[in-house]
């Protein structure tokens, strides 16, 4: 992917939460966003979706900009994949179905087509025997599995991830990460906000780190873990490294 | 073989055996016909079933024009109380001021009311004069009132989340009101619902006040003739029922297989 951000800045009421901030990757398959909570990971990632307009600054992912009118919007944010922290899927659908509705609203494909493109895709994700239940018959890890293969059914050009495991028990946490690390070898392209530092340095080719007002450090993981250069990066990964 | 307390006690383990249920149905059933039973003896009524068989068209007409009645005002009332539920949550100012005025104004007012001013003055002043017309018309207008704040609620009670989940796949608002709002919000808004439906069936006895001749009226008419009041009454309530309990069990039946939370 690449991605620009042009004196992008965002804010809540009073609260400045992404100050004109200008940054860019080109050709990384893996972008992964840390900070300390509150510092504005959620919000750069809905900018990216497309669910948030920011107040000034552009936008451009893979070369073209994020479209200001509503269809020519609603289109970019179908060309991508988000999976949220929790509830991500619609309740009253089975795995299936919910893997299966974007592509028959949103896509055009027909039924058939949908049904056999998420049943394989399912089973890729080792959910083939839970496809009939409702999201309140998962276990979380395997919600996150179904809210990730929903998010990849269209072949995005872009996955966005939100802190995915916050809300799982490790072993939950363990089977979700395993199949994000598979997606990453498959070379689908991800933005991943996490807190689990050991999987995020492993897995991104770029990190940033965000803290309030922007992003304060970012680069090569080596390079962040290893000499991190902002006393704010140096300060939080003391912090989450102690134990 | 001993009865015991125990089979009709609910444990959340384990759902109770039909046959306590039906049991227990047969028991509460049966306090309440002694106990109505006592009454009757007490009271020493001389029962005349034959106004049953005598008057049974003036019942078996009435019964059919209240079920009549009933289902149109029904299917009506909900799209009318739909339309006015979207009305309200529309970005459009004047139609939420539509839907405000009226929900409150139709709740506010007495159904009695309403129907004579829709009858002699509305209908009247815009020709329409088939009354069938105008009582459904009506009915239908004074339930949706009630469907409109019932499917508010039920609208409101899908979150943020889902609508930036159905957002970020790249639905549009229809689409995601479509596949995402209406089937949610549906299944929290069945129970009051049937509460309604149930409501509007009873209420359209109001009707008989612009001289149709609905179930409530017929029954009153017999009592007049034959001053047999239960005779008359009682096959009433019987009626009413044999249109209002299936709506409750079909209801449940539905919320049962919509089923989406623990
Ligand atoms: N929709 C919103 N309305 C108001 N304030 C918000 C909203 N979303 C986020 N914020 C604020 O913006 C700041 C950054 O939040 P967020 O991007 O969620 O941080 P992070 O994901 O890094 O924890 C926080 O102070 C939060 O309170
Ligand atoms: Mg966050």
Redesign the pocket.
């Known amino acids: 992917m690449d991605l620009l951000l042009h004196q992008v800045s965002k804010r809540?009421?009073q609260?400045q939460?992404i100050g004109a901030t200008s940054i860019a990757v080109e050709e990384v398959r893996s972008l992964v966003l840390i900070?300390?909570?509150?510092?504005?990971?959620?919000?750069?990632l809905r900018l990216v979706a497309g669910l948030l307009r920011p107040e000034s600054g552009k936008i451009e992912l893979n070369g073209g900009a994020i479209p200001d009118e509503a269809d020519a919007r609603r289109r970019y944010r179908a060309s991508l994949g988000v999976v949220f922290q929790a509830f991500n899927l619609f309740p009253h659908l089975s795995a299936r179905d919910n893997v299966k509705l974007p592509l028959t609203v949103v896509h055009g494909c027909s039924e058939d087509d949908a049904h056999e493109i998420a049943t394989a895709l399912l089973e890729r994700f080792r959910l083939g025997s839970h496809e009939d239940k409702r999201p309140y018959e998962l276990s979380g890890g395997q919600r996150q599995r179904v809210a990730i293969a929903r998010a990849l059914v269209h072949r995005p050009q872009l996955l966005l991830l939100?802190e995915p495991t916050s809300a799982l028990d490790p072993e939950m946490t363990g089977e979700v990460l395993d199949v994000i690390q598979e997606l990453k070898s498959e070379g689908v392209d991800f933005m991943l906000?996490t807190h689990e530092m050991g999987f995020a340095r492993e897995v991104a080719d770029e990190i940033w780190f965000?803290a309030e007002g922007g992003i304060k450090e970012s680069g090569s993981p080596e390079t962040l873990f290893n000499r991190p250069q902002s006393p704010s990066t140096q300060r939080f990964l003391e912090r989450v490294l102690k134990y | 073989m001993k009865v015991r307390l125990e089979w009709f006690t609910i444990r959340p383990e384990k759902p109770p055996h039909p046959l306590a249920v039906g049991l227990s149905y047969l028991m509460v059933f049966g306090v309440l016909a002694i106990v109505f039973q006592v009454a009757f003896v007490r009271l020493q009524y001389d029962w005349n079933w034959s106004v049953l068989g005598e008057y049974r068209t003036l019942f078996l007409h009435g019964w059919g024009t209240t079920l009549g009645l009933s289902v149109a005002s029904l299917g009506l009332s909900l799209l009318l109380g739909v339309g006015l539920a979207l009305a309200g949550q529309s970005r459009w100012l004047p139609l939420r001021s539509f839907h405000r005025l009226t929900v409150e104004v139709i709740r506010g007012t007495p159904l009695l009311v309403q129907i004579l001013i829709f009858f002699y003055v509305v209908a009247d002043a815009y020709g329409i004069q088939n009354r069938y017309v105008v009582g459904v018309l009506t009915l239908s207008l004074f339930s949706a009132a009630y469907i409109a704040e019932i499917v508010r609620a039920g609208i409101e009670s899908v979150g943020a989340s889902q609508w930036e989940s159905a957002r970020a796949i790249g639905m549009s608002d229809p689409q995601i009101y479509r596949h995402i709002v209406f089937p949610q919000a549906m299944r929290r808004a069945l129970p009051p619902l049937a509460g309604q439906f149930v409501s509007l069936i009873k209420d359209s006895s109001l009707l008989s006040m612009i001289g149709i001749a609905e179930f409530t009226k017929n029954a009153r008419d017999v009592n007049s003739l034959t001053f047999s009041t239960l005779e008359s009454y009682l096959p009433l309530a019987i009626g009413y029922l044999v249109l209002t309990l299936p709506i409750s069990w079909w209801t449940q039946r539905l919320e049962r297989s919509l089923h989406f939370e623990t």
């Open positions: 809540f009421g609260n939460v900070g300390p909570s509150g510092g504005g990971k959620s919000t750069l939100d906000v965000l």
